[in-house]
């Protein structure tokens, strides 16, 4: 697998390429799920943006009603905005930026309106994007939904819950470590390491083909079971960021609702909010949705979602979620501070509920997907900003000191 080095934004984009074109199309320019083709960059490029042609997805519907509004004031003193990268001296133009950072979709809105717009590749407006761990925010959501709702007690166990995985790393973590990514789990997930165990689990969930000689887990409810405790620490004492933790909180949305999540999420988020398009989620054998990751919407609705949070759980004139559950996620976990080697370029964030929280002087708190995925929420300036991406490489500090610096640009742009 390429790791990228030799393209750039400019040469790897997937129409230059040639990626899928031709009736039949050419062997050199087919993207093959057999080969794992959508997770290998440059097809990634074309991959992302066309998901459901390589792995089994359920719809999430947006219902039969009209979609919520989207006020447009498009600006025009955005695109040659300089930006400096993060531990930079030299800036760039925000629109080289977008191009540099291999950006497949850019939205700003500010006070409630589309300021900027932008698509490259064969993205657009109607195209639906694979929006990685963006999907977990979603859930985190839902979640504490029901914890308001007085369905679900983050103090109980998971085994409470779940029994299922009474004997698992999980069972007796309370629903709030899970939540927070606050487990003590004998489980890793390193990215470019194919003995990592994340890599093992997007096989058992069929992300990507199975060896022939592959004798795992057939699905995510008999991988789960599956994840070990790691005895030398507690659960609770440390932040660890774990894709499984989001299963569980999928598995439990779905206990209670009763419901495959794909149902939950349209009802709960995709019809109250209005969105302007059914999205797609990745789904495992058995058909159960892809909570840690397999989201599948389009910009817009990324960004109605962001607006929605950053106004309280309302968006025009639609209360989505109450102002309380907003209020919980926003508050944080109570462990602010954290500094780690591996987020070098997020110095004393905090995470809970599924969400990233920057504890800066303007109060911003993402959504974050590996390969460059974002709804960034800065209060301070009244912004959100979403954004597709398909990056080389997946770990997104790879990405942060160009993106970080992008967004913070045009906040202060925006407050001046």
Not at 381 to 386: C, K, L, P, R, S
Request: aromatic content about 10%; hydrophobic content about 40%.
């Amino acid at each position: 697998m390429t790791d990228g080095t030799e393209f750039d934004g400019v040469n790897s984009d997937p129409v230059t390429m040639g990626w899928m074109q031709g009736a039949p199309v050419p062997q050199e320019r087919l993207i093959n799920p057999d080969h794992a083709d959508h997770m290998r960059f440059p097809k990634t490029r074309w991959a992302f943006s066309n998901m459901r042609k390589f792995v089994p997805t359920a719809r999430i519907g947006r219902g039969e009603g009209p979609a919520s509004a989207l006020l447009f004031a498009l600006r025009d003193d955005l695109d040659s905005l300089p930006v400096t990268p993060l531990g930079g001296s030299t800036p760039m133009r925000l629109d080289e930026s977008l191009t540099a950072n291999f950006t497949d979709g850019f939205l700003v809105m500010h006070r409630g309106e589309v300021v900027f717009e932008r698509y490259f590749g064969v993205s657009g407006s109607a195209t639906t994007h694979i929006a990685f761990s963006i999907t977990k925010s979603f859930y985190g959501t839902i979640a504490e939904i029901l914890v308001e709702e007085g369905k679900l007690d983050p103090a109980k166990t998971v085994a409470h819950y779940l029994p299922e995985l009474t004997e698992s790393g999980f069972g007796d973590a309370s629903v709030r470590d899970v939540l927070d990514m606050r487990t003590a789990l004998d489980w890793s997930e390193v990215y470019d390491d194919n003995d990592s165990d994340i890599i093992k689990f997007s096989a058992a969930v069929r992300m990507v083909p199975r060896h022939l000689d592959y004798s795992g887990a057939n699905d995510m409810y008999s991988y789960l079971p599956s994840v070990k405790r790691d005895h030398g620490s507690e659960h609770g004492d440390m932040y660890n960021y774990r894709t499984v933790n989001t299963e569980v909180i999928g598995w439990l949305i779905g206990r209670i609702e009763g419901k495959s999540t794909d149902k939950v999420l349209s009802e709960r988020i995709w019809q109250p909010l209005g969105m302007e398009m059914d999205a797609d989620i990745i789904c495992d054998p058995a058909l159960v949705p892809f909570a840690g990751g397999g989201m599948n919407p389009c910009l817009r609705d990324m960004a109605r979602f962001g607006e929605m949070m950053r106004c309280g759980g309302s968006y025009d004139g639609r209360r989505v979620v109450s102002k309380t559950v907003v209020e919980r996620i926003t508050a944080g976990s109570g462990h602010p501070g954290m500094h780690r080697d591996d987020y070098p370029s997020l110095p004393g964030f905090d995470y809970s509920s599924q969400w990233w929280h920057m504890n800066d002087d303007h109060g911003c708190f993402t959504a974050r997907g590996i390969h460059g995925q974002a709804i960034w929420i800065d209060p301070a300036a009244e912004m959100v900003i979403a954004r597709f991406a398909s990056m080389p490489v997946a770990a997104n500090p790879a990405s942060d000191p160009l993106s970080l610096a992008t967004y913070r640009a045009v906040a202060e742009h925006l407050m001046g």
